[in-house]
């Protein structure tokens, strides 16, 4: 009898958004400092990372800095509260530099003449898997930040980056919001 109600205790936990185990796959919706939707940044588990899929617009034609930050804080206009870059090693910012990089430094994004972005790019080291080490899950999550100008690998503390144009959190919560949607989104 125990045997035959485990299935259907997985199957309503599934469908209830609970979960007890680490999401693989998460997206964060991103908003400019006008709260409007640039589009969404997907996260997935891979064996060395977290690989990041942007699909954005809205933005004008050029670089801009990405990075992950310290707390799931996005409030506009500047994101200040974010907190500072991910930073669990205390490493010197830049991906350019010998003695960094921050957990959360990220390479830069670029948006076409059209301003879309539509990019993979790959967090080392990362990991969306709750309690662990570099998780971004941590301590209630983590936000990602986009800068008005792109990093430049070195200068300290945030590549001489530019003023914070874009945020999106990411959490717990939003995954299980995702797992739900994903779940009706099979019912239909």
């Known amino acids: 009898m125990i045997k035959k109600l485990l299935p259907i205790a997985c199957i309503a936990a599934v469908l209830g958004g609970c979960s007890t185990t680490s999401p693989t796959r998460m997206s964060t919706e991103m908003f400019n400092t006008d709260g409007d939707s640039l589009g969404t940044i997907t996260m997935s ?3 060395e990372g977290v ?3 942007v699909m954005l617009e809205g933005l004008p034609a050029g670089e801009y800095g990405l990075h992950v930050h310290e707390k799931p804080l996005c409030e506009a206009p500047d994101f200040k509260t974010a907190g500072e870059h991910y930073n ?3 490493k010197d910012h830049g991906l ?3 003695k960094g990089a ?8 670029v948006a076409d003449d059209k301003g879309m972005i539509q990019a993979e790019i790959f967090g080392p080291k990362m990991t969306l898997k709750k309690g662990s080490k570099n998780t971004l899950l ?3 999550g983590t936000s990602l930040i986009i800068n ?3 990093d430049d690998g070195m200068t300290q503390p945030a590549g001489n980056s530019g003023p914070r144009i ?5 959490t717990e919560k939003e995954a299980q919001r995702q797992d739900k949607r994903e779940v009706e989104m099979k019912k239909e």
């Open 88 to 90: 669990p090693d205390k």
């Open 45 to 47: 588990e891979q064996p």
């Open 51 to 53: 690989k990041f899929v």
């Open 148 to 150: 008005e100008k792109k």
């Open 166 to 170: 874009a945020c999106g959190v990411i």
């Open 96 to 98: 350019l530099n010998p």
């Open 102 to 109: 921050h957990l959360g430094d990220l390479q830069n994004l």
């Open 138 to 140: 941590f301590k209630g």
